[in-house]
């Protein structure tokens, strides 16, 4: 079931536990970050909203917490829909992170992600490796890249 993609979501949703796994409704979980409410405090919780976006297909929001300078808007937005759309994400398990925490510019998180697209079902698995925004220590959070 396709969800998410109008913009429009009711309160239902926002009731439904989080994708990330917090156990928190979404929104008062990663919600609230996606709707620019709050900010992700700790590397950790970019990591989380970040999935929680993919499986909820907030472009916009995956867009803003990873630059991407040299691909214009235009492609990288028709990608993330198009990855949105075709892969449905099932779960999130964090292995383990290492700094990234308030007053650190520099943070890891290892995770696995399990997804499935198609008809086939598969598990990710990346050390992601994020920057406050200029190194900043009070700069906003933005995944950089995979480092594996
Ligand atoms: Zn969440």
Redo the contacts with the bound molecule.
């Keep these: 079931m396709a969800r998410g993609f109008s913009g429009v979501e009711d309160a239902s949703v926002e009731q439904e536990s989080?994708?990330?796994?917090?156990g928190?409704s979404?929104g008062s979980?990663?919600?609230r970050l996606h709707r620019g409410e709050a900010k992700a405090q700790t590397a950790e919780q970019l990591m989380?909203?970040r999935y929680?976006a993919f499986a909820k297909g907030k472009i916009e929001y995956l867009m803003a917490t990873h630059p991407e300078p040299q691909v214009p808007a235009s492609v990288r937005r028709r990608e993330l829909r198009a990855g949105c759309r075709q892969t449905r994400w099932l779960g999130l398990e964090i292995i383990r992170v290492e700094r990234g925490r308030e007053g650190e510019v520099e943070g890891t998180v290892c995770f696995v992600a399990r997804y499935q697209a198609s008809n086939q079902r598969g598990s990710l698995q990346e050390t992601s490796l994020f920057q406050r925004r200029d190194g900043n220590p009070t700069g906003e959070w933005l995944y950089i890249r995979a480092l594996d």
């Design positions: 989080c994708p990330c796994g917090t928190q979404y979980c990663c919600g989380r909203s929680s």
